[in-house]
């Protein structure tokens, strides 16, 4: 099943509040900022330009939930092209007195071999857009085979490893952390 194009479930009173992603050309910037683009093997303007194509078909004012409506979107390098484990350094945790760089456990050898469902298609190419991604904070604690099932009853699929990673990479503090020691 392609991914699907905007199917953000309504907004619950319960739900967490979570910061608006940047535009894509501010993503792009950070992405280059942190080298993403050296580790994918792209100059930083091929990334910004690429970034730019995609940003370009995005739904805008047109868009069927009506005028002046936007669809938020997250840049995901493909990790065919850039594995999680090596965008991992790249995230920060706060701690007590500043901030520690992400990691992936030693034995977690197969983190990089993490795919998708069956199902579920990811884009062509280096670079593409995961368009209204919903973290799913209101399924924490669901076990995959409980929210699987919710999430196709929504017309969402699930985030990627990589697409997470992404999100921590543009949204560090809105990522679900706990403060360590």
Known sequence: MPRPADTRPADTPSAPAVPALPPVA????????????????????????????????????????????????????????????????LMRLPVRGGERSGFVVEDMTDVDDFAPVDGIEVPEGPLYLVLSPDRGDDLANWSPEEALPELARRGRSPLLLAEGVHWALQRPASSPTTTAT
């Open 26 to 89: 501010d993503q792009a910037e950070r992405l280059v900022a942190l080298g993403v683009h050296e580790l994918a093997g792209l100059t930083a303007e091929e990334l910004r330009a690429e970034a730019a194509r995609l940003a370009a078909d995005l739904p805008g004012p047109g868009h069927p939930r009506g005028p002046g409506h936007s669809v938020e979107a997250l840049l995901v390098v493909s990790s065919q092209i850039v594995p999680p484990s090596a965008l991992a350094p």
